[in-house]
């Protein structure tokens, strides 16, 4: 009841601010959370509809918007104390939709994956301009609580993505796993419009570092270009070896930027703490390992065992499930015994998923016996990990450091996820029978494996005890939802 009662305190109208304030920014956080994972299932329609592209091109419609959104999160979220939320949150908003429109009408796959870049930059700008508004509107004393249930609606987002989208899929076509955004977006708007505050900014800080954006961006692309092409065009290949000397290049010039930058993109102090440097390293790597498997098992699903996308969908809703389920208790145990105490399990439980999934899974379909314990799984194994690593990242950091250090934690998360999408069309080059598919799916669950073994060893670290009392929230639906 005390959460109920803090959205209803004070006067008529002041309660019902609080309210619209809070569906505003949650129907944001929701479409936003929501195209982490619907778009996994709409891959192989995807394929279908752009026969000529290879995997490798597809690919870009995913990680496209992960660069975009890991590049420009830390610095929208300076840009929005800059300017003030209410503003940047109408502008991420208003480009998310129209790039979820454009995606939606795109004739062709390059114009699609300038939607979905567009729509990166819009929830890069969202997200944290969601969150700042939402923390504003309530009182100190309930926003744990708010912000716990702001993502838990992000989290339904993710859990409902597979078989939503999959849903939508059979009954119109891909298309609608981008058109749903639209009526979403303009209900946000009309009904933002009329409720979200102005936020005065009575101290302008000088402007982040654009230029920065710039470079990081390009050196991700790069970095996932080289990877991503390289069984095509050949390891060896001048284009290939370009794309990897550029990405150190620009990596090292974007490093140098962020020393010497009053307001970089990256704040290099924040790593002089072991336990932000240490947590971010195991989120980048097993990011790497989970996103991989994310968009592998549907790819399985349907191109292996020959399930539809609407049956797909609704194979791996059960992870995210048990994700959300454990997500909660496992944050609060970690802030009363450790986040070691908490990791290192989650991470072998996690492992042993995968290990199951190379290990059980064979080509003849067998959803009950084979595929259901491996998705239960990784389900518990994600949800002992994912949040608890965002907790560990700022745990050692001041208070009024928690917003950029999550924000860089979420960075990482989504780094790692592009170069795991990369690393996923590098192993599962054209096989000519199903077996060698199979052994290809073998390797990647594998490699995923190793990604989560060494995050748990990376994990070993980390301080035995929190340093400071952080409560546990997954930033975004991501954390609590994304599971196949």
Known sequence: MGFVNELTAGAGPRRLDRRAVFAVTALAAFMASLDLSIVNVAFPALARSFPSASRAALAWVITGYAIVYASLLVTAGRTADRVGRRRIFFVGLGVFTVGSGLCGLAPSLGLLIAGRVAQGAGAALLVPASLGLLLEAFPPESRSQTVALWAGVGALAVATGPSLGASLITAGGWRWVFFVNLPVGLGAWALGRRVLPDDAVVHRPPPPDYAGVVLISAALAALVLAISEGPDWGWTDRRILGSAVASVVLGAAFVRRCSRHPEPVLDLRLFHHRSFSVANAATLVY????????????????????????????????????????????GRLAARHG?????????????????????????????????????????????????????????????????????????????????????????????????????????????STMMALLAGGLSTLLHRRPSVSVQPVAADGAVLGGTA
């Not at 098992?297 to 539809?308: A, D, E, Q, R």
């Open 339 to 447: 986040f070691r105490w908490m990791l290192l399990p989650g991470f072998a439980v996690f492992a042993a998923g995968l290990a199951w999934y190379a290990v059980e899974v064979g080509l003849r379909p067998a959803y009950l016996a084979e595929w259901l314990p491996g998705t239960l799984i990784t389900g518990l194994g994600i949800g002992l990990t994912f949040p608890v690593l965002g907790a560990a990242a700022v745990s050692s950091l001041e208070a009024s450091r928690f917003a950029v250090g999550s924000a860089v934690n979420q960075t990482a998360r989504q780094v790692g996820g592009a170069i795991g999408v990369a690393v996923l069309v590098a192993i599962l080059s054209t096989a000519s029978t199903p077996g060698a598919a199979l052994q290809h799916f073998r390797h990647l669950w594998l490699f």
């Open 287 to 330: 990011a790497m390992g989970f996103f991989a498997m994310l968009l592998g098992n549907i790819l399985f699903l349907t191109g292996v065992w020959h399930y539809s996308i609407l049956d797909a969908g609704l194979a791996v809703t059960p992870g995210p499930l048990v994700v959300a389920a454990v997500s909660g208790p496992a």
